[in-house]
């Protein structure tokens, strides 16, 4: 059973515009919440953070957003860079263990 | 910030042969690090847990005693692909996490294995 879903699977943004990529989890026991970045032949590198007592964390150009309510929680980048192309993986933890989201790939056209 | 290395980064072997991954936390102790494999344009796949000084927690289908996982120590842990085939080519990644209360999970660089 996949408790953290990322249903969007691929994204594309024009540079400079905003890119959302969303995320949405079943178990209302997980505490923190987690952005990574992977490029292709690496591994995932942490991003952006967020607690559960918390709706917004913002570091640089990004926000990650937390609706706890509805059990979804949001990563937005602006302006998009090229260089922000990748997989952006979402996760979510409870206690020690984390638990991922299938990936959204995001492709900022120059 | 927390680092962790995995060796190799590459690795390739003949079917039939075994193959050993390291990961380790560079700057911080790894109570328990996790196993992680990734085929292409796929998400990453937990294939097991590891708990120092104990056995290895896997994951539901994958075979225990072909992907032989130890964590000897609180630094270390190796995955060990035994009799290797070429489906067990893929992008082998593994994270840390220094313990209950560590909110942010460190992952190495991958191992890419090629089985010929």
């Known amino acids: 059973d996949q408790q953290v879903k990322q249903n969007s699977p691929s994204l594309s943004v024009q540079e400079g515009r905003i890119s959302i990529l969303n995320c949405d989890y079943t178990?209302?026991?997980?505490?923190?919440f987690l952005w990574y970045k992977k490029y292709p032949a690496e591994g995932p590198t942490f991003l952006i953070s967020i607690s559960s007592i918390k709706d917004k964390n913002e570091d640089g150009r990004f926000t990650v957003f937390l609706n706890k309510s509805a059990k979804h929680l949001s990563l937005h980048i602006v302006p998009s860079q090229p260089g922000d192309s990748a997989v952006y993986f979402c996760?979510?933890?409870?206690?020690?263990?984390?638990?991922f989201g299938t990936g959204t790939s995001l492709t900022v056209i120059p | 910030g927390a680092v962790v290395s995995q060796h190799p980064s590459r690795v390739i072997c003949k079917s039939g042969t075994s193959v050993k991954i390291e990961c380790r936390s560079l700057d911080f102790q790894a109570t328990t690090m996790f196993w992680y494999r990734q085929f292409p344009k796929q998400s990453l796949m937990l294939m097991a847990t590891?708990?120092?000084?104990?056995?290895?927690?896997?994951e539901q289908g994958v075979e225990k005693d072909k992907f032989l996982i130890n964590h000897a120590s609180l630094t270390l842990s190796t995955l060990t692909v035994t009799s290797a085939h070429p489906e067990d080519s893929s992008f082998y990644i593994c994270s840390a996490s220094p313990g209950s209360g560590a909110n942010v999970l460190t992952f190495g660089a991958g191992s890419r294995l090629t089985v010929l």
């Open positions: 590891s708990n120092e000084g104990s056995k290895a927690t896997y």
């Open positions: 178990n209302s026991m997980f505490d923190y």
């Open positions: 996760a979510a933890s409870v206690g020690n263990q984390f638990y």
